[in-house]
Structures are given as structure tokens and as C-alpha cells.
Nanobody
Framework: QLMEFGGGLVQPGGSLRLSCAASGFRLEHYYVGWFRQAPGKERERVSYISRSGTNTYYEDSVKGRFTLSRDNAKDTVYLQMNSLKPEDTAVYYC????????????????????WGEGTLVNVSS
């Protein structure tokens, strides 16, 4: 089971940090991805991070504003979101996958192995 923390209401231009933690398994062994779903829209990819944290990927829509990191000692992944825009408003989900054959298919297809229930980020003045 995955759990997300840190959502809330923030003004445009503000920042939030989301956290993702696991229950029942060690998150450090998994690639972790973030996805989001805005009201009335399909779920979309946001970012992923490798097991070691060495490799990260960001969709163009968040590149330069969002930073994904992980603290394997705390077994937690963090999504730092800066310069937030109203269009970032969505439910944000973290997902984890062992990615035995690579992260591409699980991430790009949205078929990661474990998913959290999501946390709402509302960017509004």
C-alpha cells in the first residue's frame, strides 16, 4: 500500500511538497512515479525516479518547476512543486513498480504495480 501526504490549497506561484511512503514493503527497491488527474480530465504522467535516485524524468509540463527526490533511509519519496499554476490543480498519485524489465512500459502505460489513493493539490487564489 502506498500513501501520499502533503496536498492542500496553495496560491499561484506557491510551493508544496508531496511525500510518498509505503506500508508492507520497502519503497527503496522500487521505481516511484507520480501521476495526476485534473477534474474532468484523464490521468497524466508527471515524473519518475529510479531506485537509487540517480535518474529522474519529468514531463515537459512540470520540468524546471517540480523536483523528485528520495530518502531511502526514511523510505520516502518527495515531490517538490514550485511555481505552481492553476493548471497544476489535480489529485496527485504516487505509484511504485519493481521495473524488472525497465520503467518505460509501466510508467508510460500507467500500469505501475502499486498505487496510492491520491492527494488533492488545489492551486487557486
Amino acid at each position: 500500500q502506498l500513501m501520499e501526504f502533503g496536498g492542500g490549497l496553495v496560491q499561484p506561484g506557491g510551493s508544496l511538497r508531496l511525500s510518498c511512503a509505503a506500508s508492507g514493503f520497502r519503497l527503496e527497491h522500487y521505481y516511484v512515479g507520480w501521476f495526476r488527474q485534473a477534474p474532468g480530465k484523464e490521468r497524466e504522467r508527471v515524473s519518475y525516479i529510479s531506485r537509487s535516485g540517480t535518474n529522474t524524468y519529468y514531463e515537459d509540463s512540470v520540468k524546471g518547476r517540480f523536483t523528485l527526490s528520495r530518502d531511502n533511509a526514511k523510505d520516502t519519496v518527495y515531490l517538490q512543486m514550485n511555481s505552481l499554476k492553476p493548471e497544476d490543480t489535480a489529485v496527485y498519485y504516487c505509484a511504485a513498480d519493481l521495473a524488472v524489465s525497465g520503467i518505460d512500459w509501466p510508467f508510460y502505460s500507467g500500469r505501475m504495480e502499486y498505487w496510492g489513493e491520491g492527494t488533492l493539490v488545489n492551486v487557486s487564489s
